[in-house]
């Protein structure tokens, strides 16, 4: 989130000199504070003024991130052959021109555009991109062991930690098909908050975390997003028929959420509740919510509301939530584990692009995905349902950063 002096300082410098460099940064800081409007309405402003391919390349990127796929896409299209000589700036426009065209529901397209980028032909410049201060030292001893096409039967495999918890319990369904390739041994970093839940899946992994010093012995190290382009040759997959992720069957709640669980058993349907996310990622603002725009629904829903909603509440959020009588399990849980529980007893999650989200699609439970008008590229062009997860669905924005067709929607589904 930007702060008022950012915009201030962007909106004045625009104003004093008005030019590309200080639009674009004034696009951003429109972006950042959440003015969806005034950013698509500077980005249109400037789609024929910016010239020269960086500038162009930028503009489409803030674009993208702004719901404007159309335009992005032909921008993009158009500057990647310009900038092939630079392999860091090719990389770049090349991987967002495939977030655009997976948005834009051209999944073919998007995969061959972003299956090399997996190779380890590209290796070191992601690897730069991705490291702290662009030192990639710790990876170049092994960028000869990136998994792409080699078989791996009888080897040794590293699934490297990359994104957020959400993209590992999406693409862990991925460690079968490592599996019934004939892999010996798969070790895979896990986050601390998700390494108990993730022991106890059933998937056949050693867990190891970020400090994981067996690298040199492993014979090919993967990343989630790697094996999604390995192994996922179109959109169309039947979904699980099951869930993918196990539970241990002899696990205990805390007691306290037990006890709040317990409170609420009289038969009236129980909810979960995610409407905001800790993270930072290139779709907030706007992929979070206010809770406040969920007022209408809890009021009038005939259920009982259970917030998962992990973090420090502000106090306007306290109060809704006292004022609606939802209950807050979220000080009691102490891991992904704690909640994957709490969801086999709850009939539906409702919920932003988030972990919890996933958890309860790997786990087959009913969620209810509310997405931003911009969202994550792997929710393709699909409306309503996703070949992810067949226990959810999606409900969609119709205009960026406004939910309330969102909430009417499921509203009038709750009714039903």
């Given amino acids: 989130m930007t702060s008022l002096n950012d915009l201030t300082t962007a909106y004045t410098l625009y104003q004093q000199e008005t030019n590309i460099r200080t639009a674009l940064d004034l696009i951003r800081q429109l972006h950042l504070a959440g003015k969806a409007e005034d950013a698509i309405s500077l980005a249109l402003k400037w789609s024929d003024k910016a010239k020269e391919p960086i500038e162009r390349a930028q503009l489409a990127y803030y674009m993208s991130c702004l719901g404007m ?15 092939e000589s630079d392999d860091e700036t090719y990389y770049q426009i090349r991987q967002e021109l495939a977030i655009v065209k997976y948005c834009l529901g051209k999944f073919h397209e998007a995969r061959q555009l972003q299956r090399p980028l997996h190779s380890s032909r590209w290796s ?9 201060n662009r030192d990639n030292s710790w990876f170049l001893p092994h960028k000869d062991k990136v998994l792409y096409d080699q078989p791996v039967a009888g080897k040794t495999i590293l699934i490297g930690s990359e994104g957020g918890v959400g993209d590992l319990l999406q693409f862990s369904r991925y460690v079968k098909n490592l ?3 004939g892999a010996a041994l798969i070790y895979c970093q896990t986050p601390v908050a998700v390494q108990g839940f993730m022991a106890n899946s059933g998937l056949p992994i050693v867990i190891v975390d970020s400090t994981f010093g067996g690298m040199a012995d492993c014979d090919y ?3 989630a997003f790697a094996l999604f382009t390995r192994y996922q040759q179109s959109p169309y997959f039947p979904p699980a028929a099951e869930a993918y992720l196990g539970l241990a069957a002899d696990y205990v709640l805390p007691v306290g959420i037990q006890e709040k669980l317990a409170e609420r058993s009289g038969g009236r349907r129980r909810i979960g509740l995610v409407w905001r996310s800790e993270t930072r990622v290139r779709h907030e603002p706007f992929r979070s919510m206010d809770l406040q725009e969920l007022a209408s629904l809890l009021a009038s829903a005939d259920a ?13 959020e306290k109060q809704l939530l006292e004022q609606f009588q939802v209950v807050d399990l979220a000080p009691q849980l102490r891991s992904f584990e704690d909640s994957a529980h709490v969801l086999e007893r709850l009939d539906l999650l409702l919920s932003i692009d988030s972990g919890p989200a996933h958890l309860a699609g790997a786990r087959q439970r009913p ?4 997405l931003a008008q911009s969202c994550d590229s792997r929710w393709y062009d699909c409306q309503r349902f996703t070949p992810w997860y067949s226990s959810m669905r999606l409900y969609r924005q119709v205009e960026l950063g406004d939910w309330s067709s969102v909430v009417a929607a499921m509203s009038a589904d709750l009714s039903h």
Avoid at 304 to 316: E, Y
């Fill in 124 to 132: 070191e410049v992601w690897s730069r991109l991705a490291s702290n």
């Fill in 367 to 370: 969620v209810w995905l509310m």
């Fill in 304 to 316: 009982d509301f259970f917030s998962l909603q992990v973090g420090t509440l502000s106090d306007a």
């Fill in 179 to 181: 599996q019934q390739e």
């Fill in 221 to 223: 190290i993967v990343w």
């Fill in 69 to 83: 796929l159309a335009p992005a896409e032909a921008m993009l299209e158009e500057v990647l052959p310009q900038i």
